[in-house]
């Protein structure tokens, strides 16, 4: 009896986790397959553009998805040279594109106008298959390939967007191309891709703290050394994704970083074949990867499209420890934005906090019901972030971007 019930729990368990941690197929990719994608989300919108496609071809054409509609549609073509292994990432409500393809040069992507700008050049070699990210008002590219002759780079820039400009930080530890880099809260993360001085795939996973200019070794990626990894990542509310890549073998493995005790989970496989050269970006506490490629022996290029929903990473806390999810509409927004709570817990939910990116409270509201209207009132341009509390304890946060 006792091994018939403790079978039953883990069953209940297994069903629970499965359940609460899904990955569901969306509409595929109308444009023409390709790899080595950049990809950013603005709001509630994902955009991909660039890579290679299923000839060989390099491609400059961009396009926007909507998760609402489960829909592509073209947008403005990236008028930049076309390209592969790029960086991209959005500062509040612009997108930024840049490297990749051995170039030095970095782009901005207005969706109000559907246009793109000429940036100043990243002041440092020309490279491609480097990281990016963005913390608060500010943009970050650093590894790489490139140079005469080629080598991989470990230099790190901090690009801002005001007055359009760059200064060089603290190096990555160690040099390396087709490596991950994200950003979850105020840290950004570097880690794994591939060592081309010494032949080696790598495992090691970094922070950076952008008050110090300092990094800081946490633990390496559980899933074995591997490259191709770079594009493939997302983040929801406090914890980043990643997955696949190329190590011993093809991957569609997935894991969830926690940063606040430094711990790694597997998460459940993508449904898919194995791949490298993989896009992601995340919309609305849900996170969205597809494309890429793989060799068997010729390649195969992808158009799928995958969204992932967990909701397990509050499992086994208290009640008023889960973080719940919430949906932010329109984001980013001008005039005033609606914050909802998507979730069947029965929290009291008392205040809603508003902090500017260097941590300053700007506003706190009550918050009634499910639901809270924030107006732009005295909030300039930019991003800022959001907290709910719940008997003094932190229940849910995210970003708005205020245009």
Known sequence: MKKK?????????????????????????????????????IG??????????????????FWEYDAVNNSWTQK?????????QAVSFAIGSK??????????????????TDSWTQKANLPAD??????????????????????SPQYNHNDFWEYNPTNNSWI???????????????????????????????????????EYDTTNDTWSNKTNFPGGKRRDIDRAFFVIGNYGYTGTGLGSAY???????????????????????????????????????????????????????WEYTDTTSGAGMNEHDVKVLTEVLPNPFINQTTIKI??????????????????????????????VVIKRENLQSGVYLYQIISENKTIAEGKLVVQ
């Open 126 to 147: 020309s490279r491609t298959a480097a990281v990016g990210f963005s913390i608060g008002n500010n943009g970050y590219i650093g590894t790489g390939s490139g140079g």
């Open 251 to 305: 991957n569609n493995d997935f894991w969830r970083y926690d940063p606040s005790n430094d711990s790694w989970t597997q998460i459940s496989n993508l449904p898919a074949i194995e791949r490298i050269g993989v896009s992601g970006f995340s919309i609305n506490n849900k996170g969205y990867v597809g494309f890429g490629f793989w060799f068997n022996p010729n390649p195969n290029y992808l158009n799928d499209l």
């Open 5 to 41: 019930i403790i079978s039953i729990f883990f069953s209940i368990l297994f069903f629970i986790t499965t359940f609460a941690q899904t990955w569901t197929q969306k509409a595929s990719f109308t444009g023409t397959a390709r790899g080595d994608a950049f990809s950013f989300s």
């Open 95 to 112: 997108g930024y594109v840049g490297t990749g393809n051995f170039t030095n040069d970095f782009w901005e992507y207005d969706p109000l």
């Open 342 to 371: 998507n979730s069947a817990t029965n929290f009291k939910y008392e205040r809603i906090k508003l902090f500017d990116c260097a941590g300053r409270e700007m506003r706190s509201e009550n918050f009634l019901g499910k639901q």
């Open 168 to 206: 060089q930080k603290t190096s990555i530890p160690g040099p390396r191309s087709f490596a991950i880099g994200l950003s979850i809260g105020a840290k950004g993360f570097v880690g794994t891709g591939y060592d081309s001085a010494n032949a080696n795939l790598l495992d090691d996973f970094w």
């Open 44 to 61: 509630n919108k994902g955009y991909v553009g660039g890579g290679e496609d299923v000839s060989g071809n390099f491609t400059n054409d």
């Open 76 to 84: 403005a073509n990236f008028i930049g040279i076309a390209r592969w």
